[in-house]
């Protein structure tokens, strides 16, 4: 079965600052990867999905990430995080075939951004 | 770009009631959708992939009896949680489109 693990809870970052929020996933094929931003309250939105190609993956509102496949991670990156970044994170890993089942999630991680 | 909508947002209903909860592809055809359950700052759970035309299939553990989907058409799929007890107050999200890219806003149940 498919695992998604999400180390940090509770991630501090200044603003202005570079962001990591890290994701390693067990899956025994190739993976469909994905991070996703949630806002209190509301529902999910993609910032970016990794399916073959090129290892790294842009996103929106200037996300990253990187796939490596020899660590099992797929973790999630920003140069100069703002304000309006402050929000749960998760990453998900889906069957290859990418959507046709049901995704598994991590727990999430919680950004915080000082002033 | 597409959407996917849920109704209500919120509800509160009483123990013992059955609730209908909305889920729209607006601006495209989706054959399959998907419903999860987020407990308090906890993560995702999928509960059932809904299939237009024909039967949802459900994860282990997840009570059809109780939570019944019906997709019948391309644009909507609803999830009925039927005789509510207040441990199924929850947030309740769908997802459709390739690749699972859209996400409804939620809807936070509340049985009292």
Known sequence: ?115 | GAVVSQHPSWVICKSGTSVKIECRSLDFQATTMFWYRQFPKQSLMLMATSNEGSKATYEQGVEKDKFLINHASLTLSTLTVTSAHPEDSSFYICSAGDFQAFFGQGTRLTVV
Do not use: M
């Not at chain 1, 025994?28 to 910032?47: D, E, I, K, N, R």
């Not at chain 1, 304000?83 to 915080?112: N, P, Q, R």
């Open chain 1, 1 to 115: 079965a498919q695992s998604v693990t999400q180390p940090d809870i509770h991630i501090t970052v200044s603003e202005g600052a570079s962001l990591e929020l890290r994701c390693n996933y067990s899956y025994g094929a190739t993976p469909y990867l994905f991070w996703y931003v949630q806002s209190p309250g509301q529902g999910l939105q993609l910032l970016l999905k990794y399916f073959s190609g090129d290892t790294l993956v842009q996103g929106i509102k200037g996300f990253e990430a990187e796939f490596k496949r020899s660590q099992s991670s797929f973790n999630l990156r920003k140069p100069s995080v703002h304000w309006s970044d402050a929000a749960e994170y998760f990453c998900a890993v889906g069957a290859e075939g990418g959507g046709a089942d049901g995704l598994t999630f991590g727990k999430g991680t919680h950004l915080i951004i000082q002033p």
